[in-house]
T-cell receptor, first 111, second 109 residues
Framework: DTEVTQTPKHLVMGMTNKKSLKCEQHMGHRAMYWYKQKAKKPPELMFVYSYEKLSINESVPSRFSPECPNSSLLNLHLHALQPEDSALYLC??????????FGQGTRLTVV | GIQVEQSPPDLILQEGANSTLRCNFSDSVNNLQWFHQNPWGQLINLFYIPSGTKQNGRLSATTVATERYSLLYISSSQTTDSGVYFCAPRNTGFQKLVFGTGTRLLVSP
């Protein structure tokens, strides 16, 4: 099973809302990632967790707050977002620096 | 950081045609993946290919890490091959998977 599950698939939120994106994998992978993808652009790395610890933050604004409660789960907490944060958010996992697998993504619209 | 360029940026093919997509990267890499992104945004793993050549049905890929490039071959293309193809190398010693600029493929019947 190479499945990474993301919920929700679609999310519309206002600029004053707080919401969370969830990502789950059961492959025993110890590295998990959040990527952001704008239309007609490649995915861009936001965060990397390794063994449940934040190892890379690509200078992401603090209105995005990642959390890794255990080795299978990765959350992205959203607060006070701007319309330009509307994008496809992709979660991935891998065993160390080997093959990565991606979820179907959450399509976020900020109104 | 590593720079990853893909060519061509856009490609239109007639069904049944063959094509070669190229990925050039600026630094040494541990490994490299090819993905197909479907119209719904799902990134589908095609190849995990740090070096050498692999084949999977009508698709094959070759990575020459010492010369810093990888190629994806699509033979007898089908309309379902349409979408965006990304290569994503991982820098030696880094955890980042960096995506290339992408090739947008349209296969017409």
């Amino acid at each position: 099973d190479t499945e990474v599950t993301q919920t929700p698939k679609h999310l519309v939120m206002g600029m004053t809302n707080k919401k969370s994106l969830k990502c789950e994998q059961h492959m025993g992978h110890r590295a998990m990632y959040w990527y952001k993808q704008k239309a007609k652009k490649p995915p861009e790395l936001m965060f990397v967790y390794s063994y449940e610890k934040l190892s890379i933050n690509e200078s992401v604004p603090s209105r995005f707050s990642p959390e890794c409660p255990n080795s299978s789960l990765l959350n992205l907490h959203l607060h006070a977002l701007q319309p330009e944060d509307s994008a496809l958010y992709l979660c991935a996992s891998s065993q160390a620096d080997t093959e990565a697998f991606f979820g179907q993504g959450t399509r976020l619209t900020v109104v | 950081g590593i720079q990853v360029e893909q060519s061509p940026p856009d490609l239109i093919l007639q069904e049944g045609a063959n094509s070669t997509l190229r990925c050039n990267f600026s630094d040494s890499v541990n490994n490299l993946q090819w993905f197909h992104q479907n119209p719904w945004g799902q990134l589908i793993n095609l190849f995990y290919i740090p070096s050498g050549t692999k084949q999977n049905g009508r698709l094959s890929a070759t990575t020459v890490a010492t010369e810093r490039y990888s190629l994806l071959y699509i033979s007898s293309s089908q309309t379902t091959d349409s979408g965006v193809y990304f290569c994503a190398p991982r820098n030696t010693g880094f955890q980042k998977l960096v995506f290339g600029t992408g090739t947008r493929l349209l296969v017409s019947p």
